[in-house]
């Protein structure tokens, strides 16, 4: 770091690798703070999981300092499908509930583990993982990233729901399977109208 902070300036229109610094005298302390995480989110979703995020979209004195937070709260059954962060090494800390979770390695190997409250589980940086609420109650997780801005590529929607589409024949021949199973599994992944 070259300063004591860069509170990063998301209306500016400068493109950068990050956001640019608002002036030092415009900062306040809700540039530091947010309270997104305190309640758990709504899961009535697909997945029956939901992802709060605390980064510099959210917090913007977060700005070059390589640290963020996510509540992931999960309903009974609930999950949040596999996915990548293709900036960050993730690390959860169990708040409530039981959850089954993995990530996979560059060698096709399952790591994966039966977590309860107090439990942590770290998933390294861009490996593909998991959580899965396995249990009859909710369960809620804090995640910690090694980045402001992690990002998610969810598998899923990623292959499938992408614009524009990958092609047909591309998925069908990587999934080994037919041209049909591919336009019904895209038919789940298309934005709601």
Do not use: W
Request: hydrophobic share 35%; proline share 7%; charged share 10%.
């Amino acid at each position: 770091m070259l300063q004591d902070l860069c509170v990063a300036d998301l209306s500016s229109g400068i493109k950068i690798n990050g956001f640019p610094c608002k002036d030092t005298a415009s900062v306040t302390q809700s540039d530091f703070f947010s309270q997104g995480l305190a309640n758990p989110g709504l899961t009535n979703n697909t997945f029956g999981s939901l992802v709060t995020g605390a980064n510099v979209m959210t917090i913007p004195g977060l700005n070059t300092l390589g640290v963020s937070l996510s509540r992931i709260d999960y309903a009974p059954g609930g999950l949040n499908p596999p996915h990548t962060h293709p900036r960050a090494t993730e690390i959860v800390f169990v708040l409530e509930g039981t959850l089954d979770v993995g990530f996979l390695t560059t060698a096709n190997r399952l790591i994966s583990q039966s977590l309860k409250k107090g439990d942590v589980f770290a998933f390294p940086k861009g490996l593909v993982h998991f959580q899965k609420n396995n249990g009859n109650v909710p369960a809620s997780v804090i995640a910690a990233f090694n980045s402001q801005l992690p990002g998610t590529q969810s598998l899923g929607a990623t292959l499938f729901g992408s614009t524009p589409p990958v092609p047909d024949n591309v998925l069908a021949q990587a999934f080994q399977t037919s041209s049909g199973t591919v336009k019904h599994i895209k038919s789940k992944f298309q934005p709601k109208k």
